[in-house]
């Protein structure tokens, strides 16, 4: 049975639907004197939603609790510095965001305006069918993967460096000399 009510009456574990979603209710603060913030749980993710307290929305009731406190635990983790700022968050440890320091944003714009100089890059991210999700333009894709390197993160699936290639080479002519020696 659902019924209508408004949102500044809605409890912690409270479950209510809004625009075709399902939404679980964690934490329901007034942030002034028309709007309310409520921090629910939607299709397995935390959500934040700002919405005016007047609104109504359909409520279902709840006879039991099981998945919210099992939701609940999948909340993301806050990591602050020593002066209370967030320097990254951490959805269920698989996922995780994190802030850029000056210097990492200063080698991301330096590494994003040579990428958009160049023209093979230019040839083949003018055309938007070579754009995927979530990048929408070129900017985009040149943003991403400069970000990526200014973090450390890089191609995890590129080749190995020149620097290995190199070492793996010497390697093997060492190798292939020794045995020619020993065959004389």
């Given at each position: ?5 408004k ?17 679980i209710?964690?934490t329901?603060?007034s ?16 959500v ?5 307290k ?5 409520i ?14 999948n ?14 968050v951490?959805?269920?440890?698989e996922?995780?965001?994190q ?15 040579k ?15 070579n754009?995927?999700?979530?990048g ?12 990526n390197?200014a ?34």
């Open positions: 049975m659902r019924d209508k009510t949102i500044e009456v809605l409890n912690e574990s409270d479950t209510f639907f809004l625009d075709g979603k399902k939404y209710v964690i329901n603060n942030i002034s004197t028309s709007f309310n913030e409520l921090t629910a749980i939607s299709e397995g993710e935390n934040n939603i700002r919405l005016r007047e609104q109504s929305v359909y279902e009731e709840q006879k039991t609790t099981t998945n919210l406190h099992a939701q609940i635990s909340a993301p983790e806050k990591i602050r510095n020593e002066k209370g700022n967030i320097i990254r951490s959805f269920a440890g996922l995780t965001e802030k850029l320091s000056k210097d990492q944003i200063k080698k991301r714009d330096e590494c994003a305006k990428l958009l100089d160049s023209s093979e890059f230019k040839e083949r991210y003018n055309n938007p069918d754009v995927s999700p979530p929408r333009d070129i900017d985009d894709v040149a943003y991403g993967i400069c970000t390197r973090t450390g993160r890089g191609n995890k699936t590129g080749s190995k460096s020149k620097k290995e290639t190199n070492e793996s080479f010497n390697r093997l002519n060492t190798i292939s000399n020794i045995l020619r020696r020993i065959s004389k």
